[in-house]
Nanobody, 123 residues
Framework: QVQLVESGGGLVQAGDSLRLSCAAS????????MAWFRQAPEKEREFVAT????????YYADSVKARFTISRDNAKNTIYLQMNSLKPEDTAVYYC????????????????WGQGTQVTVSS
């Protein structure tokens, strides 16, 4: 049974930083492409960042590029999302997702999802 468990969310002020973690179990993590998505209230889920199973390739949404960094530690079956210079518009529930094969920015192509962690950025 695949489990993805996010942690690290919280309430911060604009300009602050947070690091989210996603611990995975029950899947071949070292061969899984991982991603972060987010969903703000009354908005559709949107792609944030993805990292290839080899770890060398990453891709970001334009809205977070240069502020967020996705990384992975295959020894710990964990991915991270370092979020710097946070803005109020980054407020959302952040979800970790997993799939095998290539990078994708499309949520429907990810078969495994975590429960999410809330990030709230006050102005």
């Amino acid at each position: 049974q695949v489990q993805l468990v996010e942690s690290g969310g919280g309430l911060v002020q604009a300009g602050d930083s947070l690091r989210l973690s996603c611990a995975a179990s029950g899947l071949a993590f070292s061969r899984a492409t991982m991603a972060w998505f987010r969903q703000a209230p009354e908005k559709e889920r949107e792609f944030v960042a993805t990292i290839h199973w080899k770890g060398a390739d990453t891709y970001y949404a334009d809205s977070v590029k240069a502020r967020f960094t996705i990384s992975r530690d295959n020894a710990k079956n964990t991915i991270y999302l370092q979020m710097n210079s946070l803005k109020p518009e980054d407020t959302a529930v952040y979800y970790c997702a997993a799939r095998y094969l290539r990078l994708s920015t499309t949520g429907d192509e990810y078969g495994y999802w975590g429960q999410g962690t809330q990030v709230t950025v006050s102005s």
